[in-house]
């Protein structure tokens, strides 16, 4: 049993995030804690967000995102938006520089509440991605779900956000598509030796796109940001749309900008649902008592 730590239960457009407090502390939030919280209706998550402190000098925090399976995540972008409104309840700050595994990023929360992320800048290597074979251009590659004369999902684009994604076009409505059946089978395809967050993408206008995403480690999802983001990217790489794109996920819009500058930034909201203690070894947690300072 390790001392308990603080945790907020939050929300991004629906992405259910944990957001762990693990600064002052030189443990870490255990698989098996994620597992056992992700088990528990109450506290049931798509990414717990365990904020440490600085390891890097001109970084706040360090942030270590773990999905629900227990596995690590590279990339979280509405779970960075729920750290960033956490942290700016308490400290009074707006702008915030993290560490993650995906690298340095920045982060702010504007006046009307909604907070951007920058993402960063999107890989297309198919090393970096990473894909199991060599694709020179990996806007569409060979990959595709149900028969072979007739597939359901074909040609996704694919691009690293720091995270692995791989985002399949469709014409009609995303809702159509069975992702709960398809979305497993391709996490866990071959072609992805880290496995891949799966999306379903259609474009509505130059500057708009419906998604529904499945996501490693996590499953069916109302919200993925780094989703967005990658599915804006690739919008534009593909000519399909422009670099600044309104990308409405079940949960609600994000505005994605792929600046000029390569770096992608997401805007978005977060909502804190409530608070409690939580072992980080075992998962076990209480709620906060409520009106309790
Ligand atoms: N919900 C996240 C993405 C979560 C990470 C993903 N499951 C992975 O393993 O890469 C987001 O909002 O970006």
């Not at 995303?174 to 474009?203: C, K, Q, S, W």
Request: charged share 25%.
């Amino acid at each position: 049993m390790a001392q308990p730590a603080a945790f907020a239960k939050m929300n991004g457009l629906g992405n259910e995030i944990i957001v762990a407090d693990m600064r002052g502390r030189g443990d870490r939030v255990l698989p098996a804690a994620a597992v056992a919280l992700a088990a528990d209706p109450a506290t049931r998550f798509d990414q717990i967000m365990a904020i440490h402190d600085p390891r890097v000098g001109g970084t706040d925090y360090h942030v270590e995102i773990l999905n629900a399976d227990g596995s690590a995540a590279q990339a979280c972008g509405n779970g960075m938006r729920c750290v960033v409104q956490a942290l700016a309840a308490e400290t009074g700050r707006r702008s915030f520089v993290f560490a993650t595994a995906a690298g340095i990023l920045e982060a702010r929360e504007h006046e009307d509440g909604l907070i951007s992320v920058d993402m960063g800048r999107p890989r297309f290597g198919w090393q970096e991605i990473p894909l199991a074979e060599e694709f020179r251009d990996t806007r569409m590659i060979e990959l595709q779900v149900g028969p072979i004369d007739a597939p359901v999902l074909h040609s996704p684009s694919v691009v690293s956000m720091g995270n692995p994604h791989a985002v399949f076009w469709v014409e009609d409505d995303v809702n159509a598509y069975d992702l709960a059946r398809f979305g497993p089978l391709l996490e866990h395809h071959p072609m992805f030796p880290e496995r891949a967050n799966i999306t379903i993408a259609r474009v509505t206008a130059r500057d708009a796109m419906t998604i529904r995403t499945w996501e490693r480690g996590a499953g069916l999802t109302r919200a993925c940001g780094s989703a967005a983001c990658a599915a804006a990217v690739s919008g534009a790489r593909t000519g399909r749309t422009d670099r600044q794109v309104t990308v409405t996920v079940p949960g609600g819009p994000l505005e994605i900008a792929w600046r000029e500058d390569d770096h992608v930034v997401m805007t978005g909201p977060a909502e804190w649902e409530f608070s409690g203690r939580f072992d980080p070894e075992t998962g076990a947690w209480e709620r906060d008592t409520e009106g309790a300072a």
